[in-house]
């Protein structure tokens, strides 16, 4: 079981991936719904996995990556987009984030369960 923070300004999208996850087994410890909530929720909770909106108000989810990763260089983030830029997915990788995930595809059965799975077992 892994401790997830879920940072996301779409609640419907939060619900669905706290539900899945919980579902699977891990337990959400906080979910935000802008990049400050996210960046504060972060330093309180220490999360195994933080999955974060990158388009979201007060602070995009770049800018929160930005921070949790100076904050924490080991952190494990997941990137959630609507939009499949590649240019933005190279800048969050090159930021500091494990993997990027496509919205498009939560609605598939497994499909977030399998990347939280995926980014637990790299090596911290």
Do not use: W, Y
Not at 29 to 42: I, M, P
């Amino acid at each position: 079981m892994a401790k997830i923070l879920v940072v996301d300004d779409s609640m419907s999208i939060v619900k669905l991936i706290s539900s899945r996850l919980q579902q699977a087994g891990h337990q959400i410890v906080a979910s935000g719904s802008d990049g400050e909530q996210g960046v504060r929720l972060f330093q309180q909770h220490s999360p195994d996995v933080t999955l974060l909106d990158v388009t979201m108000p007060n602070k995009d989810g770049r800018q929160c990556l930005t921070e949790i990763m100076k904050a924490s260089p080991k952190a494990k983030v997941i990137m959630l987009s609507s939009v499949a830029d590649e240019s933005v997915i190279q800048e969050c990788i090159k930021l500091g984030a494990k993997i990027f995930v496509n919205k498009a595809t939560l609605p598939q059965r497994g499909s977030i369960e399998s990347r939280v799975e995926e980014v637990l077992k790299l090596a911290a």
